[in-house]
Each structure stands twice: as C-alpha cells, then as structure tokens.
C-alpha cells in the first residue's frame, strides 16, 4: 500500500487527552517523516510486540522504551530536508536556529521520561538534520498514552502548526479487539483503542440520579439531618440489594461534601474514605468513579484546611482515575476544584497571568464537562463556576474580606461585573450555598469600586443566607465583609481633620 509515511495531522478530544494550543495551520511545504523507529523494555528483558501494536507486559519491567529517529522532507516532493536539529529541551528540537520548534509531548506525563539524542539506538552517529526522539512509558499497572510530534512556526504572533503526528500506546488493557490497527509506510499506530468509559449500573438510570440530585438538594440548602435520616434509609434498604450499593456509596460522598460545607473536615473526609471500601467490598462496577469522587473529596478537605501542596496531590490522583472516563458531573466536580486552588492563591499570596488563564481554562473545562453530560439535570456546577471566576478575578476568597492592599486591574473588575451580571439569570434556581457565595462575591466587587452602600447590603444578603443555612465558613466571611465595610463607612462619615496651622 503506496503511502505516506506518517500519521495525518489530527487534533485530540476536547477531554483534553493532549494539550493543543491556540494554533493556525501554517502552508509551509515542510512535513515530519520518522526513518526509524524500536520499541524495547527498558531493563533489556524480552521484547513485548510489535512496534506501536498493543503492548501487554507480563514481566516485572518498570518502563516501556519507544524510540524513532525523525527527520523534515518536503510534502510534495517526498524528498528529506537538509537541516539542522538542535536540541533546546528534552522534549524540544529548535530547526535552523529556531525558525521552527519540533516538540514531543506525552500524555498522561506522571513517571513519563523524554528525551533527544544525535546518536540511534545502535549507537551509531546520526547527520544533523536527524534526531532520535525517546519516550520512557511506565507499565505498572494498565493506562492509555497519547502523544504528539508537532512542527511548529510562529506566523503574525501566533503559532502555526506546520505537522503532526499523533499516536496511542496501551498497556496492559484487558481483553482484545478494542482498537483498529493500521499501518502507515514504517509506522505503525492506533486509532483510539478503547471507548471512554461510561458510568454502568444503577448509576446510568435516570431514576438513581433523581435520588442523587434529592440528596444534593438537601446538603447545598443546609438541610443535614434530613440528609443524614434518608442516608440511613437508603443503606438499609440496600443492604439486600448489592447493585444498589454504589448509590449508597455516592451518597455518602456527597454526604462528605455536606460536611466540608459545614467546614467538619474530618468527618468529611471519614464518610468518603467509608465510600471507598463499601465499593471494594460489593465489586462496585462504578468504583474507578466512587474513587475518583472521594479523592475529589479529600482534595476539597486539604483546600479548605489550607493545604494546597496536599489537595494538589489528592487531585493528581483523582485526574488519572477520571483519564479513561467520560465527562461526567464527577469529572467536572475533580476540574472544578483544580481552578478553586488558583482562585484561593489569587487572594493570597497572588498568581501570575499565565496561572490565572490556566484556572480560567480548568473552570471552562469543568463547565465544558457538565454540559457534557445529561443525568444532573441541576443547577449546581455553572453557579460554582461563576463564583470562582468571581474570586479568582477581584482575588478575594469566601472565607474572608478582600486584601484592600492587593490591587485589581480594571480589566479584571470589568469581567468580574460581567459574570455577576450573567449570575443573576441562574440566580433564582440555585441553592442557598451557591446565593450566599454569590453575594459574597458581589460584595467583594462593590468594595473594590468602592460602592460602601451596595456592599453592604450584599453582605449582608450572604451573612443571612449563611446563617439560615448554617454555612459556616460563608458567615464568618460575610462577617469580615460587614465589619470592613463599616469601618470603610466610618472613615468616609468622619469630618476631615484639619491641620492645626489652618486653624
């Protein structure tokens, strides 16, 4: 079969398995080619497939070697460019003194090692307009690596893709015939070998979902007890239905959410550590989310109690076990709670404008997931986003009045003023959570555009809701907001004091 040989330019899905940027598509007759390419246990045990089949090891080998060496040609011509490939990073080729970039990206990245060399895998010297690219995969356990090969310009300020290869790796997936083998010229790839997973069970009736979204009902508007009494119901109801038993289980991760709202970290993190094992036990066929959920959960935990370096990990572990998913409520719930991390050091200690655009992308995503998906049929997520845009843009945190000595650009008031305009619409379906968060974040934009009057009243809009609903953590910020604002109040009613030599 007579064809070119490398992948086709292709873009991943928008679950974002390989990061792309803002690109345009650049004209250039220049394309990728790969001359040569080996794959090999990096221990030197035995050979495990063929190069970029399905790999499935059953030897104790830690990392999985995929070696080509790369080079440029002409598109339409097929013949090989004369150039020079200098190395700028591992994972980075500079082309004729940087007039085009070569990257190689590997995802998922954890335990991922990249590298460039001038000599093969045989050891022999390679001319200068060739380079042997080296990724390092682990194969501990099963997992899915997409990776890129991109050939980048920049063109009017902007970078332009001039080609790209795109591949998938499998290791140690279960089963067989979940993915379509092709082979182009020397190189072998695969179309995205397996399906996303979806949620199974009871979990994909509409029926349990109306169960579920009752019991969030109940915790976003303070209702505990009763939480708590119908929680009790269910799990004796289930006791001699198993398939019911991952329902029970996300209740009671939902039930964990209740808590942190409450600000009872430890019993929250408690109730989801319970999830976990009821799973385990009952061979739960939505465990992978129930996990995932509970990391989610203890990441939340860490970030209200100010760890950030601590729910930064528990989030790590919750984006691999979501990987293979779907977008769902719970993936968008884990993406969410990445964004509020940015949001909490914006009010702080400060973030720069590359991290405040990537919280921006993790929120947008998070909203991307939930619309994504159609068994929550609440208004729950969008409002949470809106919220930490709120505060990720006037750098001010619910649990506390806004650092008057940090400033805010104009810019950044003006956006926040357009999602609190864009709030009010959602405003009347949304729990008693979600509008005291918003009047705190309202109330933070009238301090920073010095509206002593509005702020005020918004404040102490959040200060009621708060305590009717016993948010805690919500009052005490409303709290410091009315406390502030009153004492703006004060110096601004004060009489001018006049100097003595004026007098």
Same mark, same amino acid.
């Given at each position: ?68 060496? +790369? ?31 070569? +990257? ?106 109306? +169960? ?57 993190? %408690? ?18 989310? +129930? ?79 939930? %619309? ?110 009315? %406390? ?20």
């Amino acid at each position: 079969m007579d064809m070119d040989n490398r992948v086709l330019p292709r873009s991943m899905n928008a679950e974002g398995n390989v990061a792309t940027t803002d690109t345009i598509t650049s004209q250039e007759d220049i394309a990728l080619c790969v001359i040569q390419h080996s794959c090999y246990p990096h221990d030197n045990g035995q050979n495990i497939a063929t190069p970029w089949q399905r790999y499935r090891v059953h030897q104790q080998s830690t990392l999985l070697n995929l070696s080509f060496v +790369i080079t440029l040609m002409s598109k339409y011509s097929q013949e090989i460019w004369i150039s020079d490939l200098t190395p700028s990073r591992p994972n980075e080729l500079a082309v004729n003194n940087g007039a085009y970039r070569m +990257i190689l990206k590997a995802y998922p990245s954890r335990g991922v090692v990249i590298s460039n060399s001038s000599v093969d895998c045989r050891g022999r010297p390679l001319p200068p307009y060739a380079r042997l690219l080296t990724i390092l995969l682990p194969t501990g356990g099963p997992n899915i690596y997409n990776a890129t090969v991109q050939l980048t310009e920049e063109l009017e300020g902007r970078v332009a893709v001039c080609d790209e290869i795109v591949f998938t790796v499998t290791i140690n997936l279960p089963g067989g015939n979940q993915g379509h083998y092709h082979q182009n010229g020397k190189v072998f790839y695969i179309e995205y070998p397996l399906p996303k997973l979806k949620l199974a069970g009871v979990l994909k009736h509409p029926y349990a979902w109306d +169960i579920i979204m009752r019991f969030e009902n109940l915790s976003d508007n303070g209702q505990y007890l009763l939480y708590r009494r119908h929680r009790k119901s269910l799990e004796k109801w289930a006791k001699t239905r198993p398939q019911y038993q991952d329902l029970v289980a996300m209740v009671l991760n939902e039930e964990g959410v209740a808590c942190l709202i409450r600000h009872r970290l430890k019993e929250g993190v %408690n109730l989801a550590k319970k999830a976990c094992p009821l799973s385990s036990f009952h061979n739960c066929v939505n465990d992978r989310t +129930i996990r995932g959920y509970a990391s989610a959960v203890y990441a939340a935990a860490e970030r209200f109690g100010g760890n950030q370096d601590g729910a930064k990990q528990h989030l790590q572990d919750a984006l691999e076990i979501f990987d293979p998913m779907e977008p769902s409520s719970y993936t968008s719930i884990t993406l969410y709670n990445v964004g509020a991390i940015a949001m909490e050091r914006s009010a702080t200690v400060g973030v720069s404008n590359s991290e405040e655009k990537e919280a921006e992308s993790f929120l947008q995503k998070a909203a991307m997931h939930w %619309n994504h998906q159609s068994l929550n049929k609440t208004a729950r997520m969008l409002p949470r986003v809106y919220n930490r845009l709120i505060g990720l843009y006037l750098k001010s945190s619910p649990n506390s009045a806004p650092n008057l000595n940090v400033t805010v650009s104009q810019d950044n008031l003006r956006r926040a003023g357009e999602v609190i305009r864009r709030f009010g619409v959602l405003l009347p379906e949304c729990s008693k959570w979600m509008k005291s968060t918003f009047y705190l974040g309202k109330a933070d934009h009238w301090i920073r555009t010095r509206d002593i009057d509005n702020g005020l009243r918004a404040a102490q809009q959040a200060l009621d809701i708060s305590r009717q609903s016993g948010l805690q953590r919500e009052a005490a910020g409303a709290t410091s907001r009315v %406390n502030l604002l009153r004492e703006l109040d004060d110096l601004r009613r004060r009489p001018p004091i006049v100097p003595d030599c004026m007098s």
